[in-house]
Nanobody, 123 residues
Framework: QVQLVESGGGQVQAGGSLKLSCEAS????????LAWFRQAPGKQRELVAA???????KYAEFVEGRFTISRDNAKNTVTLQMKSLNPEDTAVYFC?????????????????WGQGIQVTVSS
């Protein structure tokens, strides 16, 4: 069993930055792939960024170079550095982990999820 806890969310003005962190505990040896998803009200959960077991990153098109996902294996954490935020980035952001994936855009590929953290970007 893997537990994931997100931190670092909050409210920021458009153009601002936020850094989200996710700490993993439990059976962390089972974690090989990590990702951040988000879900806005009335919308489906969508991939923001993912890190494959080999360290390859994948970003959603809407990221457009504004976000960076990184992993610290020693601390069992994954972070999402977000810059140039806009109101469309407002959502609950979720950390997710799996043993691997064929397509990180598929929510079912990830078996462990954090509780989610709110990010609000005001105009």
């Amino acid at each position: 069993q893997v537990q994931l806890v997100e931190s670092g969310g909050g409210q920021v003005q458009a153009g601002g930055s936020l850094k989200l962190s996710c700490e993993a505990s439990g059976m962390t040896v089972a974690i090989r792939a990590l990702a951040w998803f988000r879900q806005a009200p009335g919308k489906q959960r969508e991939l923001v960024a993912a890190l494959s077991p080999g360290g390859t990153t994948k970003y959603a098109e809407f990221v457009e170079g504004r976000f960076t996902i990184s992993r610290d294996n020693a601390k069992n954490t994954v972070t999402l550095q977000m810059k140039s935020l806009n109101p469309e980035d407002t959502a609950v952001y979720f950390c997710a982990a799996s043993q691997g994936y064929s397509d990180p855009r598929i929510v079912a590929e990830f078996g462990s999820w954090g509780q989610g953290i709110q990010v609000t970007v005001s105009s």
